[in-house]
């Protein structure tokens, strides 16, 4: 630790930050905006506090400015950052590079694309140490390996002389605290480490994560979205929107007595009310027994899989990533043409592949993606986007398409000013919206949608929920969902397919499915949704520990 | 080293060698089609049709063009390139002390070329969007964008001409020292080195730059690495293939392009022993010396893929 700073009060002390930022609009002036507006925190040494917001909160921003760093064009324009008693911000370039790496860490969102890949594991680890000096080589190797045994890595001797794409995205992750850990900081700011990871490696580096807190006494920022994660690992917790703070207090209190309507909303946004309805006698569509692969027939990723689809019902497909749930997507759209296997809809055998389908069959089955600003042509407008299908399928055209383009983002929530919008004008949200009607103005009667909600925050994902599930009770449409979120599956299934390796283990109607006793996968995958409480971390970790002992 | 990468590299290799054999058929089909034939060129305007046949039936030339390919082909993989019809004299050993030369001149161009313009690149993207980087961008287009003539013809004006301080004429031959040599080719090097500079520079800068938008180059800099340190440890490593590819690139182009400056310079080289029998008509050579050019180009270009691959770090050290 840095020697000669003030021993007394808070380890971090923010004062009053303001983060501004030049944009360049397409075709405007380019304008000054402020991302965080005379935010104060302190942080005490060996604390954890929480940040959480969705995204342009200004999460991210604040925890950086800790170490005097805005990305891009960001800009610290107001306030002191003071830590270990001195301003940072008056220590010009030479003091923030003394600090970086040094007092304070970074553990980035994704490790896997944190991490050089031109260089070995090691090598990066020990890389700030030795740049700032505190140890010798031999020293901050040996110091690297403790702390890869203290986070469970496997092979913690020699992972070091692996390079990054030789490592698994969770390893990764725990590589990166380690990384932090090396060189003994004070403060550790963690940005989204286990967002990018499914549920059950999520836990796992949680767990390792918190415990590497624990024990080296360092304090740390948290930043993530997801109010569950945070409500394990923090002793406070400080709720951002739009760059302001809405609410900060200790952990217990955020969760289970939150004092604004906005944390209110964040920490009840799971919950939507939906009655499952039973499976019909003759399903729209089935999956016989689908055997698909890459490569030539070299990597099978879906093994036998059969699933029905109910007229205007939904079917969530689960599981992580590598499990093969897209590729049933592919295969059902004719993307990925099966090996083995078919695809029956309405009574009839569709085509192996796409190019063989007739465009009635090819309407009937619509899709919607995870990121709905590249399924966007972004030089189109929302009514061109959504006018086309109209076009295509239904041949309508001049008033006859506006109209419909009209009701249809009417019935998206967004009102008729959107028409002549460009998507890059639209939030994450809007263009989802877009998407869908894009996808409604076939009138198909499945949908498929693929992680559609993934990449939004939770209040606006939830809304996008109750828009398809109001839309399905409008044009009794069904939904194949696909999605690694467990809480997604819950408030709109009526029966789910849980997966793994490419093979459906579970299946069959939401309640059933749902209700134990469990196989051991489905098992794994319930027991590692973070659940908003303090101690589930541990009391999830130690079901699992007694559970591999007696098994 | 491991089993992906020999693949590729064989496969590289070998693709390598088919495409310098359909360039040879190209060469030779090429020349085949210019009116006139070999003993026509020999014997001149004036000679009968009886000579013309007797030199046809002695040289091959009443073969069908397949067979004489083949025979062609042969000579070269044995290492006979034929003979120049204008002199008489064996190609393969006229060739050889003027590959030497232009391989001399493209070696040292390449030594101060290469190095310049990667240190280049990297102050660039160091001092980006400021001055220095305007500078150097500027200079270097503009390098480029003079034809090499008027280059050359500056070069000698002012290092020759006005200060004297190398020679205008670049001749080289047996008996000089190394020293000598290198002074006899200053100009014409420092030439080539301006023509190429700037393309390789600015291939340089834009890679880089690519890579400084990875978010491992964040990490870099938030463990207090300073500016120039993270391009040079973090981006540069990364940014490696594409500069191998366009530096392959410009050393193809110094071997094989030079013919303007080596005649501007009288200098005894590849390009100007191809410009001297182009104006001679003497086919063979034209085809022996194309069939190197090819030959030079399509390896460089091998090298530089092959580089690429054991640049990557997923080949190299697989799963």
């Known amino acids: 630790m840095v020697d000669g700073k003030a021993k007394s009060g808070p380890l971090l002390d923010i004062r009053n930050l303001r983060i501004e930022a030049t944009v360049y609009p397409p075709g405007e002036v380019p304008r000054t905006i402020t991302l965080v507006h005379d935010v104060s925190l302190t942080l005490e040494k060996g604390k954890v506090l929480g940040l959480i917001g969705e995204s342009g909160a200004g999460k991210s921003t604040i925890g950086l400015s800790s170490m005097g760093y805005g990305r891009g064009g960001v800009r610290i324009t107001g306030g002191e950052v003071i830590l270990n008693g001195r301003d940072i911000l008056k220590g010009g370039k030479e003091g923030l590079r003394k600090l970086r790496g040094r007092e304070v860490c970074y553990v980035a969102q994704s490790a896997a694309a944190a991490f050089n890949p031109a260089h070995r594991l090691m090598d990066q680890v020990v890389e700030a140490t030795l740049l700032h000096g505190t140890a010798t080589r031999a020293e901050a190797e040996k110091r690297a390996v403790a702390l890869f045994k203290k986070l469970s890595l496997p092979n913690p001797e020699t992972i070091g002389e692996r390079f990054p794409h030789q490592v698994s995205g969770g390893q990764l992750q725990r590589v990166m605290t380690a990384m932090a850990l090396c060189s003994e900081p004070d403060l550790i700011v963690f940005d989204e480490p286990t967002t990018a990871l499914d549920v059950t490696t999520q836990i796992d580096v949680l767990s390792a994560i918190k415990d590497a807190i624990r024990d080296t006494h360092v304090a740390a920022l948290y930043i993530t979205h997801d109010l569950a994660v945070v409500a394990q690992v923090s002793d406070e917790i400080m709720v951002l929107r739009h760059g302001r703070l809405v609410e900060w207090g200790g952990t217990r209190q955020i969760i289970k007595e939150p004092r604004q309507e906005y944390t209110n909303a964040l920490v009840s946004v799971h919950e939507i009310e939906h009655q499952e309805q039973q499976p019909g006698t003759t399903p729209m569509l089935s999956v016989k027994n689908v055997t698909a692969a890459y490569g030539g027939g070299h990597i099978k990723v879906l093994k036998n899989v059969s699933v029905d689809i109910f007229p205007g019902q939904t079917l969530a497909v689960v599981g992580e990533s590598g499990s093969g749930k897209s590729t049933l997507a592919r295969a059902i759209t004719g993307l990925l043409p099966p090996e083995q296997g078919s695809v029956v809809f309405d009574g009839r055998t569709l085509a192996n592949r796409l190019a063989d389908r007739s465009k009635e069959d090819l309407r009937q089955l619509q899709m919607i993606y995870q990121m709905a600003d590249v399924a966007m042509n972004p030089r189109q407008t929302v009514g061109t986007i959504i006018g086309r299908p109209l076009e295509f399928y239904f041949g309508m055209k001049g008033r006859e398409r506006d109209k419909r383009v009209a009701e249809l983002l009417d019935e998206i929530e967004m009102g008729k000013g959107f028409i002549d919008r460009y998507p890059a004008e639209l939030s994450g949200g809007q263009k989802q919206r877009v998407c869908i009607a894009r996808s409604l103005a076939a009138k198909p009667k499945l949908i498929i949608c693929d992680e559609v909600t993934s990449a939004l925050d939770p209040l606006v994902a939830h809304g996008i929920l109750k828009l398809l599930l109001n839309l399905q009770q409008i044009e009794k449409v069904a939904y194949l969902f696909i999605t690694h979120d467990l809480a997604t599956v819950k408030s709109i299934a009526d029966s789910i397919a849980v997966m793994y390796r490419g093979e459906v283990v579970r299946y069959g109607p939401k309640s059933k499915v749902l209700t134990p006793p469990f196989d051991a996968y489905t098992d794994l995958l319930l027991s590692s949704v973070p659940e908003m409480e303090i101690g589930w971390l541990e009391k999830a970790i130690k079901g699992r520990r007694m559970e591999s002992a007696g098994n | ?319």
Do not use: C
């Open chain 2, 1 to 319: 080293m491991s089993s992906p990468i020999v693949k590729l590299v064989a496969q590289r290799i070998a693709l390598g060698i088919l495409l310098l054999l359909a360039v040879s058929v190209l060469i030779f089909a090429g020349t085949q089609i210019l009116p006139g034939d070999v003993a026509q060129a020999i014997l001149g305007q004036s000679a009968t049709p009886e000579s013309l046949a007797n030199l046809r039936e002695q040289l091959g030339l009443n073969q069908p063009a397949y067979i004489r390919y083949f025979h062609w082909l042969g000579g070269v993989l044995t290492g006979d390139l034929g003979t120049a019809m204008s002199s008489g004299q064996d190609i393969a050993t006229s060739i050889k002390e003027r590959l030497w030369n232009t391989l001399f001149l493209a070696f040292w161009a390449a030594i101060v070329a290469i190095p310049l313009a990667i240190t280049l690149g990297l102050i660039a993207v160091r001092y980006r969007d400021g001055w220095v980087d305007k500078l150097i961008s500027g200079v270097a287009l503009a390098s480029t964008s003079f034809p090499e003539f008027f280059i050359g013809y500056l070069l000698v004006f002012y290092f020759a001409v006005q200060h004297q301080w190398f020679p205008a004429i670049s001749t080289v031959y047996d008996g000089m020292s190394f020293g000598e040599r290198l002074q006899a080719i200053a100009l014409p090097a420092a030439a080539l080195t301006l023509v190429v500079l700037a393309h390789m520079m600015r291939m340089t800068r834009a890679a880089i730059l690519n890579v400084m938008q990875s978010a491992y180059v964040e990490t870099a800099e938030l463990k207090g690495l300073s500016a120039s340190a993270v391009i040079r440890k973090h981006a540069f490593p990364n940014a490696i293939a594409p500069i191998i590819n366009v530096v392959m690139l410009n050393l193809a182009y110094l071997v094989v392009g030079v013919v303007v400056v080596e005649v501007i310079f009288v200098y005894p080289g590849m390009g100007q022993y191809l410009v001297d029998h182009v104006t001679k008509r003497d086919v063979p050579v034209v085809q022996a010396v194309g069939l190197i050019f090819a030959a030079v180009y399509i390896t460089l270009n091998i090298v530089a893929d092959i580089a690429a691959i054991v640049a990557n770090p997923r080949l190299r050290h697989p799963k």
